[in-house]
T-cell receptor
Framework: DGGITQSPKYLFRKEGQNVTLSCEQNLNHDAMYWYRQDPGQGLRLIYYSQIVNDFQKGDIAEGYSVSREKKESFPLTVTSAQKNPTAFYLC?????????????FGSGTRLTVV | DAKTTQPPSMDCAEGRAANLPCNHSTISGNEYVYWYRQIHSQGPQYIIHGLKNNETNEMASLIITEDRKSSTLILPHATLRDTAVYYCIVRMASGTYKYIFGTGTRLKVLA
């Protein structure tokens, strides 16, 4: 079955360390997105990519970095510059950059920085 | 993108219809209404979307008022597995890249 896979499901890191969250999709979708969700809050867009080798900052990109070297993969690195990295991170993809057919979301990675 | 207003929480008896309202009084003519739901600790799931006409799929029905200032998502026979946070989002179908997720409606289906 086609889908979008995020790994790991839970991640613990020490403060000051960079950490990379994986996101892989086999839906042949062009566009991919990273969102962050804090408890009781809606989702906020970190980065998005409409095509391979291209990505743009979302609303809260500071302290994060991404790459899009392959259509299937859109990893997110949470750097030590991110002041409050503990959160639930969600990756999504859409058939085209407009996303008018809806987004498919992964099951998320819960990052805890201690 | 237009803002939406949803009640923070609702209860529904199992087997009954769940009617989730959404106000979007500033919606413009080329903006669609999308509904997603998020079961606890999972990623949001697309449910349905529409522009003017009512829409139905295997999951739900979407009723949009004639003036398009509000809409209702209907789950015809709610089950315990429908307990989730439901997000109503308004956005254009082209020229934009993101959904603006508010805090949604927390629906609790009661046995």
């Amino acid at each position: 079955d086609g889908g979008i896979t995020q790994s790991p499901k839970y991640l613990f890191r020490k403060e000051g360390q960079n950490v990379t969250l994986s996101c892989e999709q086999n839906l042949n979708h062009d566009a991919m997105y990273w969102y962050r969700q804090d408890p009781g809050q809606g989702l906020r867009l970190i980065y998005y990519s409409q095509i391979v080798n291209d990505f743009q900052k979302g609303d809260i990109a500071e302290g994060y970095s991404v790459s899009r070297e392959k259509k299937e993969s859109f990893p997110l690195t949470v750097t030590s510059a991110q002041k409050n990295p503990t959160a639930f991170y969600l990756c999504a993809s859409s058939l085209n950059p407009v996303g008018n057919y809806g987004y498919t979301f992964g099951s998320g990675t819960r990052l805890t920085v201690v | 993108d237009a803002k939406t207003t949803q009640p923070p929480s609702m209860d529904c008896a199992e087997g009954r219809a769940a009617n989730l309202p959404c106000n979007h009084s500033t919606i413009s003519g080329n903006e669609y209404v999308y509904w997603y739901r998020q079961i606890h600790s999972q990623g949001p799931q697309y449910i349905i979307h529409g522009l003017k006409n009512n829409e139905t799929n295997e999951m739900a029905s979407l009723i949009i008022t004639e003036d398009r200032k509000s809409s209702t998502l209907i789950l015809p026979h709610a089950t315990l597995r429908d307990t989730a946070v439901y997000y109503c989002i308004v956005r254009m179908a082209s020229g934009t890249y993101k959904y603006i997720f508010g805090t949604g409606t927390r629906l609790k289906v009661l046995a």
